[in-house]
């Protein structure tokens, strides 16, 4: 089973930023992508940011120009730079690995809490 444990986030002002990280259990190479999910309150779960394995991203429209998502392949971890955020990016943020497909079959961490104040 592997494993995702996401850290970084936190209180923030309106237009401040954050970076989060998410530590994965196995080598992040042998998985198609890895991506950034968030959960606000009452909502469904969202696709932020995914990387795949050969660099190339995409981004929810919602956030482009705003959040960069990265990985360290010898760290086996795997970051999101959130710039210029706003309330409405008040989530708990998880990562995962989608397939090709987006779909996840791994079960997920404790995600991390970022909350923007305006």
């Known amino acids: 089973q592997v494993q995702f444990v996401e850290s970084g986030g936190g209180l923030v002002q309106l237009g401040g930023s954050l970076r989060l990280s998410c530590a994965v259990s196995i080598n992040i190479l042998t998985m198609y992508a890895m991506g950034w999910y968030r959960q606000a309150p009452g909502k469904q779960r969202e696709l932020v940011a995914d990387?795949?394995?050969?660099?190339?991203?995409t981004y929810a429209d919602s956030v482009k120009g705003r959040f960069t998502i990265s990985r360290d392949n010898t760290k086996n971890t795997v970051y999101l730079q959130m710039n210029s955020l706003k309330p409405e990016d008040t989530a708990v943020y998880y990562c995962n690995a989608p397939g090709p497909d987006l779909l996840v079959l791994w079960s997920w961490g404790q995600g991390t809490q970022v909350t923007v104040s305006s």
């Open positions: 990387i795949t394995s050969a660099g190339s991203t």
